[in-house]
Nanobody, 118 residues
Framework: QVQLVESGGGLVQPGGSLRLSCAYS????????MGWYRQAPGKQRELVGD???????NYADSVRGRFTISRDNAKNTVALQMNSLKPEDTAVYYC????????????WGQGTQVTVSS
C-alpha cells in the first residue's frame, strides 16, 4: 500500500516563499511520476506540476517560473518550492502518485493548506 504524507504548508505573505514536502512509502518509488495538485475553495482541483521518475518536470502556466518541483529517489521524497507567492495560490495542496505511462494519479496525500495573505 502506498502512502503519501505532505508537510510544510502554512501562512505566508504575498511575495514570500514556502516549501512543501511529500514523503512516499510503499512500493518502488521510481515506478511513479509524482505530481502536485491544488484545490482552492469553490474550485476544482488542478494540476500544479509533475515530475517523472527521471526528474523531468512540467508546470501549469500559472506557476511556471515561480514554482519548482524536485524529487529525491534515494529518500522517496518529492518537494514543491514555491516562490513569489500570490493570494491566488491559496489552496489545499496535494501530492499524488501516477504510474508511469498513465494520465491519472492512483494515490493521494491528505493535503496541506497554503494561505497567502497579508
Amino acid at each position: 500500500q502506498v502512502q503519501l504524507v505532505e508537510s510544510g504548508g502554512g501562512l505566508v505573505q504575498p511575495g514570500g516563499s514556502l516549501r512543501l514536502s511529500c514523503a512516499y512509502s510503499g512500493t518502488v518509488f521510481t515506478l511513479y511520476a509524482m505530481g502536485w495538485y491544488r484545490q482552492a475553495p469553490g474550485k476544482q482541483r488542478e494540476l500544479v506540476g509533475d515530475i517523472t521518475r527521471g526528474g523531468s518536470a512540467n508546470y501549469a502556466d500559472s506557476v511556471r517560473g515561480r514554482f519548482t518541483i524536485s524529487r529525491d529517489n534515494a529518500k522517496n521524497t518529492v518537494a514543491l518550492q514555491m516562490n513569489s507567492l500570490k493570494p491566488e495560490d491559496t489552496a489545499v495542496y496535494y501530492c499524488a502518485a501516477r504510474r508511469t505511462g498513465t494520465s491519472s494519479p492512483v494515490y493521494w496525500g491528505q493535503g496541506t493548506q497554503v494561505t497567502v495573505s497579508s
